[in-house]
């Protein structure tokens, strides 16, 4: 799994440190329904409409993320999108996973790995908004150079549905000059707030261990922007869902499909296409305002390396409405095999801003 220095299970299962109304745990699977509280967040101009469906709007953001492979280190990123409220506005995450091996550490009682991440965003080539975020890891031992497992650091920025051009800097705190700078733009298409029913906001996939991404308050994970899991690992799922009917029944719907397909000649995928599958029933909270949050925990036990997608729909029992298909992709590996290295652990760190 992307992500160093695993301390335990996530937090999480309460938003607000109070008793949720439900809770659910079927096959490893949590439910949480939280009142929206957020901090002042940097704030972007309004921005016209894209001019594309929110499921179009949806997969050009999925398609967004990618690879930095150039420069003083490797990083992979992504863009996700959750509504704090049916206003317009929109929290747009910018998620970043280092190369842990290309980093520079430093012993200062402790192996010292230090990154600072900056996001700005652009309409019509004026900056609208910036956020930037740093964290610092204390571990016990020097990363090998050949790791990639990941440091993660995000940004969040509240900005109106529409297209942006996006600047994303990576800083290596230990670094300076030219080696302590990597950065990657392009283009970022933010869905609007669909009125028209119910809808399920990105998929995030986070590491199986503790974290500090704070999607909604309570909640606390890895975010894992190189959605690169092991095949002995749990990672969490997290997802939001809008516009059920408040008070009635909804079902839900989550599953892990195979997204291989054959490269060469005589290529066979020994693996299982769905292995895993959930549906369960929940109750939408009675405030219209307070979506559906949910944080899945997926077993991949049944999985073989390769690439996969997780599909998740809601129907609204009231309606029969459902939501449109949200997908996310993810690539499952084997385990890394560390042989006689000394374990690292994670003795201090230090997150600050990106919340």
Not at 120 to 131: F, L, M, P, W
Request: with cysteine.
């Amino acid at each position: 799994m992307s992500g160093l220095a695993r301390r335990g299970h996530a937090r999480g299962t309460r938003c607000d440190g109070s008793t949720p109304e439900q809770s659910i745990r079927l096959a490893a699977l949590f439910l949480v329904f939280s009142l929206p509280v957020y901090p002042a967040l940097p704030r972007a101009a309004h921005a016209q409409g894209s001019g594309v469906s929110t499921q179009d709007a949806f997969s050009q953001l999925e398609s967004s993320a990618g690879s930095r492979k150039a420069g003083a280190f490797p990083f992979d990123y992504q863009h996700l999108v959750f509504y704090p409220s049916a206003a317009g506005e929109v929290d747009l995450w910018t998620a970043v996973s280092v190369h842990a091996g290309r980093v520079r550490g430093v012993f200062e009682g402790g192996w010292k790995y230090e990154l600072e991440l900056r996001t700005i965003i652009y309409r019509d080539g004026e900056e609208i908004a910036r956020d930037e975020s740093r964290v610092r890891h204390l571990l016990n031992a020097l990363i090998p150079p050949r790791t990639t497992d990941g440091f993660p650091i995000q940004t969040r920025i509240r900005v109106l549905p529409g297209e942006y051009r996006y600047r994303i800097e990576v800083r290596d705190l230990n670094w300076e000059g030219d080696r302590a700078l990597n950065v990657q733009e392009g283009e970022v298409v933010v869905p609007p707030f669909d009125r028209t029913g119910p809808f399920v906001s990105s998929v995030a996939v986070a590491a199986d261990s503790g974290g500090a991404w704070s999607p909604s308050p309570g909640v606390e994970l890895k975010l894992n922007a190189a959605k690169m899991v092991q095949t002995d690992a749990r990672p969490f799922v997290y997802f939001e869902v809008y516009g059920l009917t408040p008070g009635e029944t909804h079902r839900g719907e989550v599953r892990l499909v195979s997204n291989w397909a054959p490269m060469g000649k005589g290529e066979t995928f020994t693996g299982v296409r769905q292995p895993f599958q959930l549906q369960y029933r929940g109750t939408t909270p009675d405030e219209p305002e307070r979506p559906v949050r949910s944080v899945l925990r997926l077993e991949m036990k049944d999985t073989r390396p390769g690439p996969y997608k997780v599909l998740v729909r809601f129907t609204d029992a009231a309606t029969g409405e459902k939501t449109e298909v949200r997908a996310t992709e993810i690539r499952v590996r084997d385990p890394e095999d560390r042989g006689a290295e000394q374990p690292i652990a994670e003795v201090g760190d230090e997150v600050r801003g990106g919340r």
